[in-house]
């Protein structure tokens, strides 16, 4: 009951933070264009909402239409070194970059719950957390992905590690690398 009163708070919060005067906005598309800053303060989850700008959030959707595009346009190794090269590559620099020096644990959510889920890990762990967009997550997932049909399985299980990081409980990320620990039939840890 705790947990789902503090999801109903939480998607409450978002939405109600976008400063959009009549529309109803689910807490979903509040995390498109916004970051969680969490963390523990005497045992209390603090969490604040801060909205990104216009222009992060456009550039936010590009990367997303692109990494879409970049795994549908695998289809051979050549594809799969272009979309890594082409499209990966640059949104996970970008990435990078912005986030290098951060003071704080980055999660990567794909839903408000997860937002909530990350918030409260963080906090309970005594870390300063920031919780984004899912498309960081995403670029290492597709970059493991791509890498994982080029055979090259040690840097495949790297990406995959880093896209777990950001997003730890994501079923479809977990399910990817277990495919690169059975095709190197590490069957302990898959």
Do not use: C
Not at 14 to 25: F, K, Q, R, T, Y
Not at 53 to 61: F, R
Not at 166 to 172: E, I, K, R, V
Request: proline letters at 2%; zero cysteines; charged letters at 25%.
């Amino acid at each position: 009951m705790k947990t789902l009163f503090l999801i109903l708070m939480t998607q409450l919060l978002l939405a109600s933070n976008l400063a959009l005067a009549e529309d109803s906005v689910t807490a979903t598309q509040a995390l498109a264009t916004m970051d969680i800053q969490a963390m523990s303060n005497n045992g209390k989850l603090e969490m604040t909402p801060i909205t990104r700008p216009k222009e992060d959030i456009k550039l936010d959707q590009r990367f997303q239409s692109a990494i879409v595009d970049g795994l549908s346009y695998i289809k051979s190794e050549d594809q799969a070194s272009s979309a890594i090269n082409e499209i990966f590559d640059p949104i996970l620099k970008y990435f990078d970059d912005k986030y290098r020096r951060s003071d704080f644990k980055i999660f990567s959510a794909h839903s408000s719950e997860a937002a909530l889920m990350y918030a409260m890990k963080g906090a309970r762990e005594h870390e300063k957390v920031l919780v984004i967009s899912k498309t960081w997550a995403e670029a290492n997932y597709a970059k493991g992905f791509a890498l994982f049909e080029l055979g090259q399985l040690g840097e495949a299980k790297y990406y995959l590690t880093k896209a777990l990081a950001l997003s730890p409980f994501n079923a479809t990320y977990l399910f990817e690398l277990g495919q690169v620990l059975l095709r190197e039939k590490n069957w302990q840890q898959a």
